[in-house]
């Protein structure tokens, strides 16, 4: 039974888990998202829509066991990025917790490099910026009624660091992690989040459950797309 909401009908899209990107086929750059965020959000939307989708990168069978929605499997930022984009249609909610590798190998080995000296060094470039990316497709194609969310783990000058992430992407709202908070961030089963909104409203979720804390998230995105409708 789902809620009477302002996201019934409405697609949600959620970004999940770690991406990866290889340096020759048997090795990559990757980093410790579970992807337990990610499917705990899932969850709380499927009590708002029917139409959520999950879109993740490699995530364990504990995780991936308990999608109950449309999903789509991928490795690389640029298909987690195709796959958002081919998503897209007016009125979506697109909330990214996926946690993509900022840095990828500026060159790919189609053979498997072998053993030789007693030091090997790679060089790193800039990777695409999912978030960013789909917000300026958004813009450019001039999406209707889209709302974006996104999370930001941080270390330090957490609101600061939080509140340039939502202007430089564009978002609506941003989930914030202080990723060294014991029970919080990266591979827990817990979670505390500050919720920030692009008007600099701030609502803070305690330590809970990541399902707990998704619901709260969930709730928060129903009441402000609810009062922007009245
Ligand atoms: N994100 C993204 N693509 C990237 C990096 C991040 O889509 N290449 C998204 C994440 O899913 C998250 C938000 O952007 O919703 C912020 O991610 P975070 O890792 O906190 O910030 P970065 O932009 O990577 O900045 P930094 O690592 O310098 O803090």
Redesign the pocket.
């Known amino acids: 039974m789902k809620m009477h909401s302002a996201l019934s009908g409405r697609r949600i899209i959620v ?1 999940g888990g770690p ?1 990866r990107e290889y340096l020759d086929p048997v090795r990559f750059i990757s980093n410790a998202s579970s992807g337990k965020m990610g499917a705990a959000l899932v969850q709380a939307a499927r009590n708002y829509s029917d139409d959520v989708m999950f879109i993740h990168g490699p995530v364990d069978t504990a995780v991936s066991e308990k999608i109950t929605c449309t999903s789509i499997a991928v490795e690389s ?1 640029l298909e ?2 195709t796959a958002v984009r081919n998503n897209l249609k007016d009125g979506s909610i697109i909330i ?7 840095y990828k190998p500026e060159t790919f080995s189609s053979r498997k490099i072998k053993k030789t000296g007693s030091k090997l060094s790679f060089d790193f470039i800039l ?8 917000s300026d497709h958004i813009k450019k194609n001039n999406m209707k009624n889209m709302f974006i ?6 270390t330090d000058n957490f609101i600061e ?2 509140m340039l ?1 939502i202007k ?2 564009n ?1 609506d709202m ?2 914030l ?1 202080d990723v060294t908070e014991p029970g919080s961030g990266f591979n827990t089963d817990t979670n505390r989040v500050t919720v920030i909104s692009e008007d600099g409203n701030i609502h803070e979720i305690k330590m809970a459950s990541k399902n707990a804390v998704a619901d709260e998230i969930l709730a928060i995105i129903d009441k402000k797309i609810g009062g922007a409708n009245e």
């Open positions: 970004t991406t930022n987690m990025l990214m917790s996926a946690a993509p590798v900022d990777n695409i910026d999912i978030l960013k990316s789909v969310c996104g999370f930001a783990a941080e660091n939080a992430k430089k992407k978002m941003i989930c992690n």
